[in-house]
């Protein structure tokens, strides 16, 4: 007696990876201009890293398609490996970036902005205001008290 696992609709699947797909290269547009027209780095930035995520998203929707072929006589098994190899594919980029996304190790040195906000709901309702205490880059501070220091 196994316990039965239910088969995912490919078309539900298919559905929700097409509205993630869209959604991120939507918010990717949007961050995209609005770090143009505000000159933010961190908007452009971050428009990279959902360019990023929607070309993982995109493979896997590729993939998805690609597995729904029926088998032929050379692929027997069809192309349902081709889920797994996106999936591989997806992991192996996502590990070889770990390296810069963050990790603190020993001698590292982080930088650190210290921001003048008792919450973080604090931030959301004074949007656009200069919220900065101190700010460290590469170990040392640059901004202390909301001023740059010499």
């Known amino acids: 007696m196994g316990a039965a696992h239910p088969t995912p609709d490919p078309s539900?699947?298919?559905?929700r990876l097409k509205l993630a797909?869209?959604?991120?290269?939507?918010?990717?547009t949007v961050e995209l201009v609005g770090g143009f027209l505000a000159n933010s780095?961190?908007?452009?930035?971050?428009a990279g890293h959902m360019l990023?995520?929607?070309g993982s998203i995109g493979l896997a929707l590729f993939a998805a398609r690609l597995s729904l072929r029926p088998?032929?006589?050379?692929?027997?098994?069809?192309?349902h490996r081709a889920e797994i190899l996106a999936a591989t594919l997806n992991a192996a980029a996502a590990l070889g970036l770990a390296h810069r996304l963050g990790s603190l190790e020993v001698g590292k040195q982080a930088d650190l902005v210290v921001l003048d906000a008792p919450n973080p709901k604090h931030l959301v309702y004074h949007f656009g205001v200069n919220l900065v205490r101190h700010v460290?880059?590469?170990g040392r501070v640059v901004v202390r008290d909301g001023a740059l220091v010499a």
Do not use: I
């Open 12 to 15: 539900v699947a298919s559905r």
């Open 21 to 28: 797909f869209g959604l991120c290269l939507a918010y990717m």
């Open 41 to 46: 780095l961190a908007l452009l930035a971050d």
């Open 136 to 138: 460290v880059k590469k």
């Open 71 to 79: 088998p032929s006589k050379k692929l027997t098994y069809g192309y």
């Open 52 to 54: 990023a995520d929607a």
